[in-house]
């Protein structure tokens, strides 16, 4: 099936601890972006990538960090250093964002520090 | 002023009513324009693209007036699985075309 895969679907993260969310899509997009969606609230851009190696900061991409090594492939690792990480992670691709395309999403992780 | 902005409801309404909703935007270089509908707890799906002329997929319409700088959702003869929450997108040409995402507005269909 063609799609994007997030994985894992609930992570619980300790104090002081990384983690890494992994999203794959098998849809050749060229692009793909982390959003944060905290509960009531609207989506807000993490990290976005337009093109493999390389990849651009969102509007709160202090706390996290992420890669593009593959077309494939966007993991996102949420770092100590983001005080607050608690919610709701989504990964989505889109086809050239240039055009008037858009993106669709993974069904996102839930990340829960403990 | 938020770039996108929606009401954020919630919009409660009688199963086989009409309801419709808008959504202003503030960027007059906005290009493209987009309806997603999110489940609780759920990734946002995309509902419909809204284009200049408007357009319609079943019960849903969506419009776009650009002199006024808002778009418009209509859902005819609502049912109950229509409940969920309905975000706005919108795609700047002036803003390395990435999406803005309105907060969205919350539907509750009552039987």
């Known amino acids: 099936d063609g799609g994007i895969t997030q994985s894992p679907k609930y992570l619980f993260r300790k104090e002081g601890q990384n983690v890494t969310l992994s999203c794959e899509q098998n849809?050749?997009?060229?692009?793909m972006y982390w959003y944060r969606q905290d509960p009531g609230q609207g989506l807000r851009l993490i990290y976005y990538s337009q093109i493999v190696n390389d990849f651009q900061k969102g509007d709160i991409a202090e706390g996290y960090s992420v890669s593009r090594e593959k077309k494939e492939s966007f993991p996102l690792t949420v770092t100590s250093a983001q005080k607050n990480p608690t919610a709701f992670y989504l990964c989505?691709?889109?086809?050239?964002?240039?055009?008037?395309?858009?993106?669709?999403f993974g069904e996102g992780s839930w990340l829960t520090v403990v | 002023r938020k770039e996108v902005e929606q009401d954020p409801g919630p919009f409660n309404v009688p199963e086989g009513a009409t309801v419709a909703f808008n959504c202003t935007y503030s960027?007059?270089?906005?290009?493209?324009f987009f309806w997603y509908r999110q489940d609780c707890r759920k990734e946002p799906k995309l509902l419909m693209s809204v284009y200049s002329s408007g357009n319609e997929d079943g019960r849903f319409t969506a419009q776009l007036n650009r002199a006024s700088q808002y778009i418009s959702l209509l859902i005819r003869d609502s049912k109950l699985s229509d409940s969920a929450t309905y975000l706005c997108?919108?795609?700047?040409?002036?803003?390395?075309?990435?999406?803005?995402w309105g907060a969205g507005t919350k539907l509750i269909i009552k039987p």
């Open positions: 849809l050749n997009h060229d692009a």
């Open positions: 960027n007059s270089a906005s290009q493209s």
């Open positions: 997108v919108v795609k700047a040409m002036d803003s390395n075309y990435q999406l803005i």
């Open positions: 989505a691709s889109g086809s050239n964002p240039h055009s008037g395309n858009t993106i669709y």
